[in-house]
């Protein structure tokens, strides 16, 4: 096969030469011609797909490892993704960006959704700025801007799932990053965007408020002679939610125990629940010489301010309501980290994964506290604990296969049904086919 593709591989090319030298860019015809190869070369199509196998030690469990398992279901295949990107970018004379635009959709069994659909703009006085608008990835926090073809990880961390659920939502950015490469700030990148906020959960906005979402990162930069490399950045988001209800529902002290108390003052009519979170990243890539891969540590914390409901502390995607009227605002104060260990197994090929990760969604309550006797306090105030193992090997460059463990601990509680640890692990076998 090889022998036979090579030959049609060179002719291929040999024909394009020809063609282009066949061109007369001095005719009209010439010139559309021209300007049609240079508009086609600068398109370029990329994807992935994901099919894999689960076995959870539970039939029916609640799960962030891509979804809740069905009642009588503790095993299962699916299609966890299947992403199709167009990408389409021209250049100046400088070889320097002036214009991208971007289009990917998922497609699984589940159905097809747009994921990516943007656009944006490049200044080039200064090859500088650039502006970004319509739906992508929120500048915030290092794990959710990381594609999910690149990640060691079959999933993100609950606590980023929750807070950014699909990662995605819609608004403008403005970002700062130096693309020649002898400016003195190159290893900075800062971006600064104001989005919906409610994210993909939501076909349109539902109140008129904002978020700003800003992220100050530092690039890979050397530390020593070995190449040790070292990267990191702090994030911010500044936002919130119109208060449909005068009922807003805080954590307090009753009796000397943690319980919501509600705050029914008229005027929280209109006024914005907050969401404000604040977070940093550190990543460290150390060599274990030519041909041996690495070891890499990266790590995470955030934490802040969540608006969301009685049953759940994912950012609404419509006005809460239950029975035609809506239902009343909780505000809870959160923190979760993660950190990742890999190692590579002396080649490039084989790497071992550890991972842990927290969501605290509720910091003012732990353990029996939560469902006492007027707590009115639920699930969704539960810390999780995830222990991750997982090895991952690359075939080459387009195909590789993961094996991945998720141990899953949440904190016993006075909840009926969370009294002790549930049995919640899930085991995923993933392949990825990339092209």
């Known amino acids: 096969m090889a022998i036979i593709c090579l030959p049609l591989l060179c002719s291929g090319i040999a024909r394009g030469q020809f063609l282009m030298d066949m061109i007369d860019t001095t005719t009209s015809v010439g010139k559309g011609m021209f300007s049609l190869y240079q508009k086609y070369d600068a398109v370029r199509f990329s994807g992935y797909i994901q099919p894999q196998f689960q076995y959870a030690t539970h039939k029916g469990i609640n799960s962030y490892a891509a979804g809740n398992f069905p009642d ?16 389409y970018a021209r250049y100046n004379d400088d070889h320097m960006p002036m ?5 990917q959709f998922d497609g699984t069994e589940r159905g097809v959704f747009i994921r990516d659909f943007f656009g944006r703009i490049f200044e080039n006085k200064w090859d500088v700025f650039s502006l970004t608008a319509g739906m992508f990835a929120r500048p915030i926090s290092y794990e959710v801007n990381l594609s999910s073809g690149d990640r060691e990880t079959p999933e993100r961390g609950r606590m980023s799932q929750i807070l950014m659920r699909t990662e995605r939502d819609i608004g403008a950015m403005v970002s700062f990053e130096p693309r020649r490469p002898n400016h003195p700030l190159k290893f900075m990148k800062i971006d ?8 993909l959960t939501a076909t349109s906005d539902f109140d ?11 690039k890979p930069i050397k530390l020593n002679s070995r190449n040790w490399r070292l990267s990191g950045a702090v994030s911010i988001l500044y936002g919130g939610m119109e ?28 006024k914005i629940a907050p969401r404000h979170y604040y977070g940093a990243d550190m990543q460290l890539r150390i060599p274990n010489g030519k041909g041996k891969g690495a070891t890499e540590f990266r790590l995470e914390y955030l934490r802040g301010t969540q608006t969301a409901t009685a049953t759940t502390s994912e950012t609404p995607g419509t006005i809460p309501a239950s029975g035609g ?11 979760g980290a993660y950190l990742y260990y890999m190692q590579n197994l002396g080649n490039p090929r084989d790497l071992i994964v550890l991972k842990y990760d927290w969501y605290d969604p509720n910091k003012q309550a732990k353990g029996k506290e939560i469902g006492a006797t007027g707590s009115g306090m639920s699930a969704a105030d539960i810390r999780y604990n995830t222990f991750g193992l997982g090895y991952v090997h690359y075939f080459n460059p387009n195909m590789k296969v993961m094996l991945y463990y998720d141990i899953v601990k949440n904190e016993g509680t006075s909840l009926e049904g969370y009294t002790d640890d549930l049995p919640d692990n899930v085991f995923t076998c993933r392949l990825q086919y990339r092209f």
Do not use: C
């Open 325 to 335: 009227v809506n239902s009343p605002l909780y505000i809870r104060k959160f923190d």
């Open 192 to 199: 600064v965007g104001l989005f919906n906020g409610q994210g």
């Open 243 to 270: 208060q449909f209800t005068r009922n807003i529902y805080r954590t307090g002290l009753q009796s000397g125990k943690p319980a919501y108390y509600v705050d029914s003052t008229a005027t929280n009519m209109g």
């Open 208 to 218: 008129s408020h904002k978020d700003i979402i800003t992220r100050w990162a530092v």
């Open 99 to 103: 214009v991208q635009f971007a289009f």
């Open 72 to 87: 009588e279901v503790d095993n299962r295949f699916s299609l966890r993704r299947g992403r199709f990107r167009l990408d």
